[in-house]
């Protein structure tokens, strides 16, 4: 019958959301007409101590119960026990004021599951919690599969940097690298964790480094980014210095196609629209061979909304004259390039100033002693550093997935994300490091916990290791 009330109460006129089992100790404690009085005093309170506190309160059972005893609501002393948790005094022990918590648990719950979670799924493991803290764990060292990523890296970017002396020998043009920022790690993506920033101190007085962000996972074929401020866009209509963009990607599936990520698709999407801009303001068509994309893409693509958006943008900033030329770099190129998922004929780098370039550089080698999945990977070979053969080429851009391993406090179900196999229900299996949050209670009431370092810590470790192994090439 409780059940049946829950079920007709005037959700909307009372302004509360919750599961209907929740409210079942109040209407079975007093009339239905009380009962409904009493939630809209309850949803009054809960609004002015989520404004005046910032403090977010769902309904529980317990709560329920609370409002459904002899009496008045008793709704200051809701507000007594919000005040001693706020002031460091909870107390778990005390079910009012544990379940005062649980709409603060919710939110935390939601982001932690991407997704809404059954209400009464969630409750229930808000009451298993545990409290906090606990003990802290080992310190976090790189294991041996990461010390010898770490010497690919080192490699690889002195590779890459080698390429840009060369290619800044052959010309006057000013010649820009630009570290990119995908933004799919804590401060950078690939192109500038794992190359350009280990390589700032030997490329500083020659280059000019910026640090721009396209965007690769989750984009699509015709998606055009607007990575560069006005400013900039102003000095690629002056200068038009050389760009190098530096991104890496994993192996391909496409046999003699050397595979870049969305990245450069991406800033090429871009530069269809700058060259297209530069030529009709000039009266002219863009030059044959300057795009690298291909035709039937580009006629596909200026029809695309972004294009035509971004166009209007840029528009504004963009003067006439000559238009840039795209090129592919990698330290082993084959005879196409895969830009994404689309495959383009290569195109090495242009010596000389005739022409301004944006030279789309990965600096990956494609090389392994590892099974790497049926991916276009070659032997390593006698001609290549040991490590080489003995790591996977990308490793390190996998690094925030292994390290973003979360559960919930020993006692109540652990979660992961990454690396976690139902054999192994104590840790992840072949993560970087156990790092994760969990879930408890302390003095100031529902806490979510970092356990183990950071992902910055990390990522700074590594590259401190990888500057270090490129003094030593060097």
């Known amino acids: 019958m409780k059940h049946e009330q829950a079920d007709q109460l005037p959700w909307n006129e009372i302004g509360l959301r919750c599961d209907p089992q929740h409210v079942a100790p109040l209407l079975g404690a007093v009339p239905l007409d009380e009962a409904i009085q009493r939630l809209k005093q309850f949803v009054g309170w809960v609004s002015e101590v989520g404004t005046a506190r910032g403090v977010h309160v769902a309904m529980t059972p317990v709560l329920a119960h609370f409002l459904g005893q002899p009496g008045e609501p008793r709704l200051h002393e809701l507000n007594e026990l919000v005040e001693f948790t706020r002031s460091g005094r909870f107390d778990p022990d005390n079910e009012v004021q544990r379940d005062l918590e649980y709409g603060r648990f919710q939110i935390e719950y939601r ?34 599969e990461d010390f010898l990523s770490v010497k690919r890296a080192a490699y690889e970017a002195v590779g890459c940097a080698r390429f840009l002396h060369q290619f800044k020998a052959s010309t006057s043009r000013p ?87 969305r990245v450069p698709r991406g800033y090429a999407n871009w530069f269809a ?30 029809k695309w909304h972004e294009y035509t958006i971004v166009g209007d943008e840029i528009g504004r900033w963009t003067t006439p004259g000559p238009q840039y030329t795209s090129t592919l770099w990698a330290p082993e190129p084959e005879a196409a390039a895969l830009l994404g998922e689309i495959v383009v004929p290569w195109r090495s780098p242009l010596a000389g100033d005739a022409t301004a370039q944006v030279v789309y550089a990965n600096p990956v080698i494609y090389r392994s002693d590892l099974d790497d999945g049926g991916r276009q990977v070659k032997p390593a070979g006698d001609e290549m550093p040991h490590y ?5 080429p990308y490793y390190l851009d996998s690094v925030d997935k292994r390290l973003r391993v979360q559960s919930f406090v020993e006692g109540t179900p652990r979660l992961t994300t990454w690396g976690e196999t139902n054999d192994n229900p ?28 950071s992902l910055s810590t990390c990522v700074r470790v590594l590259q401190e290791l990888i500057k270090t192994e490129i003094d030593r090439i060097i």
């Not at 280059?207 to 699509?220: A, K, L, N, P, Q």
């Not at 080489?388 to 996977?392: A, V």
């Not at 072949?430 to 356990?451: D, M, Q, S, Y």
């Open 426 to 453: 104590d840790g992840p299996v072949g993560c970087l490091n156990p790092v994760h949050t969990v879930f408890g209670f302390g003095a100031h009431g529902f806490e979510r916990r970092a356990v183990g370092p």
């Open 388 to 392: 080489i053969g003995r790591s996977r």
């Open 273 to 302: 629209v700058f060259n297209q801009l530069r030529s009709e303001g000039n009266g002219t068509a863009a030059a044959p061979g300057q795009e690298l994309l291909p035709q039937d893409h580009l006629s596909e693509l200026r």
């Open 111 to 144: 982001r932690f599951v991407a997704s809404r979670p059954p209400d009464e799924d969630a409750y229930r493991l808000f009451t298993e919690l545990d409290r906090l803290p606990l003990a802290p764990g080992p310190p976090w060292e790189p294991t041996d």
């Open 175 to 261: 010649v820009i690298v630009i570290g990119n920022d995908k933004g799919q790690l804590l401060g950078g993506g690939y192109g500038r964790l794992w190359v350009v920033e280990p390589l700032e101190e030997i490329l500083k007085g020659d280059f000019e480094i910026r640090y721009d962000r396209v965007t690769s996972h989750g984009t699509m074929r015709l998606n055009v980014p607007s990575p560069f401020p006005k400013q900039f866009i102003h000095r690629l209509c002056d200068e038009m210095p050389h760009l190098v963009i530096v991104d890496g990607a994993g192996a391909s599936r496409l046999e003699g196609a050397v595979r870049f990520s």
